[in-house]
């Protein structure tokens, strides 16, 4: 199955709410919806467990609406927002999920459907709740070679990787949109 942005209803960016964490590289999902919102200059609202925004892309001269995510439920409950959006009939296969990916190198990004959680909370709580059919956006963030895995992704990226951060986003939202 090939990735088309015009089959995605929802990006669900993944992290832990508040500035505290906002820098962590378990928050990289956050930073990328912002990136994007920032690109089409919407504004965030909170809505109950969320904060959400929505936008209108323009593909082959058709519009399509995209709620853009943000859980504010910290990432082992990030599946408690998909309720909402089954209430609303979207289906998993049209919700792309930005996370952060212990098994891909710093930089390297990729899309995948479907697989395991691979060890990451956020996914395993959204696993739960609908399968594990749906788009991830793979954001490498490397895996540690001493720390503690979870001590590692609740970690600030590193001043050489904060400095190529932007850029990377930027790649991911390429990935995204195809532009």
């Not at 090939?2 to 992290?15: A, H, Q, T, W, Y």
């Not at 995209?66 to 296969?93: D, H, R, Y």
């Not at 691979?118 to 540690?144: M, Q």
């Amino acid at each position: 199955m090939d990735f088309n942005i015009k089959n995605i209803k929802v990006i669900i960016g993944l992290g832990n709410p508040g500035i505290k964490y906002y820098r962590n590289r378990h928050s990289i999902g956050f930073r990328v919806l912002d990136k994007i919102a920032q690109n089409y200059s919407v504004n965030w609202h909170i809505l109950d467990i969320t904060e959400e925004t929505k936008i209108s892309i323009t593909v082959d001269e058709n519009i399509y609406s995209i709620i853009l995510i943000k859980p504010q439920t910290f990432m082992n409950a990030s599946g408690n927002v998909i309720p909402n959006l089954q209430k609303k009939g979207i289906k998993p296969e049209n919700i792309l999920v930005v996370h952060d990916e212990l098994e891909k190198s710093f930089g390297n990004i990729s899309l995948k459907f479907d697989g395991s959680a691979r060890g990451h909370n956020g996914l395993k709580s959204i696993i739960n709740v609908i399968g594990t059919a749906f788009w991830r956006l793979r954001f490498g963030v490397g895996r540690p070679e001493n720390d503690d895995v979870s001590t590692y992704v609740l970690s600030n990226f590193s001043n050489d990787e904060e400095i190529k951060i932007q850029t990377l986003i930027d790649e991911a939202i390429i990935k995204i949109f195809g532009v």
